[in-house]
Every structure is written in C-alpha cells, then in structure tokens.
C-alpha cells in the first residue's frame, strides 16, 4: 500500500481552454496509481483554490465523475473528494498536512516489519536505477538478492512487496 498525492491546478481544470488536458492529465495519473498500488490511499490535492474559490463545488463534482471508479483509493476531505489549497495564501496547507500524517498513520502496511536484508535489496535494485534501463529477472535481480542472502522464496516475497507499495 502507501500513500500517493495527485496534485493538479483548479484553474485548469476550470478553463474551457485547457479542461479536456487536465482530464486526460488527471486520468492518467489515477489510472497508473491504481494499476501499480492498487491498495494505495490516495489524496487529491487542487492548488490555486484561492483563484477559484467560488468554485470549489464545481471542482469536487468535475473530480467525483472522473475518480468514481477509484474512490476506494482516495481519501476525503469532509464531504470534499479533495483538498483545496492555496500556497500563496496558507489556505488549508495544515489541513492537508495533518490528512496525510493520518492516512500514513492508519496504513497497515507501515506496521509491518520488514526485513533489513529486503530494505537493503530494495536499496541495491534502487542504485541500478540510473546506469541501467532494466533489470533481468533471473539474472540482474537474482543475482542482488543471493549476493544479499535471500532465498529465492524471499526474493519473490520482496519483490511482491515492492511491487504492492508501488516502489
């Protein structure tokens, strides 16, 4: 699991002129944290809510049509599907602060005990991440995790992990 933060801008969402982007913007970006964390809690975060303040309704009932097959994931703001803040203005930036302390709090996942030999294989697999565009499963991979130690049962159990976190 885990906790993701989809931040977007209100205007644009708003403006006639680009809300078909923000659409597709917005889409893509909850389908992929569905399709790779699927158990994730999710926050959607709308900047510039101080630009658009009147339209706070128009914006929750715009994202609610488009998140309704994730809304499972998403965590809520009150009656809101999202956190409307404002950076310039400190509008709800405590809110939200607090929102995403809790629901990485109340995840079960972050209770887990995790092996230090699966952080370290994580960390390995991580390093590889900029010399190289992939890993082979059976060869790159396997490799990390017996120089580390870890059983072929463990490496896949590791790896289920990484995977489920969306790491």
Known sequence: TGV???VFDTRELLDLNTKAES???LMFWLRSINMHAPNASLLLVGT???ETQGKIRTVDKILRELSKQFSSQIV???NLVYFAIDNRERLNIQKLRKAIELTARNDP?????VSIRWMAF???LLSHKKSKSYLTLNGDVSHIACKLGLSRHEQEIALGLFHERGL
């Open 109 to 113: 996942a972050m209770k887990q005990e």
């Open 23 to 25: 659409n597709r913007y």
């Open 4 to 6: 993701y933060i989809l």
């Open 122 to 124: 994580l960390d390995e």
């Open 48 to 50: 510039f809510c101080a």
């Open 76 to 78: 809520t703001n009150e």
